[in-house]
T-cell receptor, first 110, second 115 residues
Framework: QKEVEQNSGPLSVPEGAIASLNCTYS??????FFWYRQYSGKSPELIMS????GDKEDGRFTAQLNKASQYVSLLIRDSQPSDSATYLC??????????FGKGNQVVVIP | EPEVTQTPSHQVTQMGQEVILRCVPI?????FYWYRQILGQKVEFLVS????????KSEIFDDQFSVERPDGSNFTLKIRSTKLEDSAMYFC?????????????FGPGTRLTVL
């Protein structure tokens, strides 16, 4: 079983719509969860971190965590063309390492 | 705003050659990491480093790899004898402390091409 799974294919959303991304993880003991944004050829850039069950909002981004279901999600409201990128779900495991999912590509159509 | 820097941005080398990738972590950070990302694949953990020693390494980080903090600012990744499959983006990251609520900040990466 993969540590972090992001199974959805590329997501196309109209400008102004909501983009919804999902992630599941295998290590039930994980306590720290992150969403990074990665533009093509660039490095991961932190969008959100979440540590407790429930929702966490930061501007147009909302992260949701359900530890019982081992599920993390990210909502992007009022999607903008500049949000077009790959979104990486990461879970802190082991001593301090991050385990990444393969990412979900988001394309915002003007 | 402080940031992690990496040099060079692109390194081309011949198979079997040694390469050293350099990173300058954020100045008050104590934990340092290397990750790699093969083209089209996910970001993979290589090694973490704290207090001048390796704290964790993945199975990718075999005897061909080593890390060093040669002075108070630089953090290096050495690959002794490069293979074709070492071609990837290598990202350095740093974090302020080890607590579970800490965040790792990534540098811009070094693209390594092994011919």
């Amino acid at each position: 079983q993969k540590e972090v799974e992001q199974n959805s294919g590329p997501l196309s959303v109209p400008e102004g719509a909501i983009a919804s991304l999902n992630c599941t993880y295998s290590d039930r003991g994980s306590q720290s969860f992150f969403w990074y944004r990665q533009y093509s050829g660039k490095s991961p850039e932190l969008i959100m971190s979440i540590y407790s069950n429930g929702d966490k909002e930061d501007g147009r981004f909302t992260a949701q965590l359900n530890k019982a279901s081992q599920y993390v999600s990210l909502l992007i409201r009022d999607s903008q063309p500049s949000d077009s990128a790959t979104y990486l779900c990461a879970v802190k495991s082991g001593n301090n390492r991050l385990a990444f999912g393969k990412g979900n590509q988001v394309v915002v159509i003007p | 705003e402080p940031e992690v820097t990496q040099t060079p941005s692109h390194q081309v080398t011949q198979m079997g050659q040694e390469v050293i990738l350099r990173c300058v972590p954020i100045s008050n950070h104590l934990y340092f990491y290397w990750y790699r990302q093969i083209l089209g694949q996910k970001v993979e953990f290589l090694v973490s480093f704290y207090n001048n020693e390796i704290s964790e390494k993945s199975e990718i980080f075999d005897d061909q790899f080593s890390v060093e903090r040669p002075d108070g600012s630089n953090f290096t990744l050495k690959i002794r004898s490069t293979k074709l499959e070492d071609s990837a983006m290598y990202f350095c990251a740093s974090s302020e402390r080890r607590a579970d609520t800490d965040t790792q900040y990534f540098g811009p990466g070094t693209r390594l091409t092994v011919l």
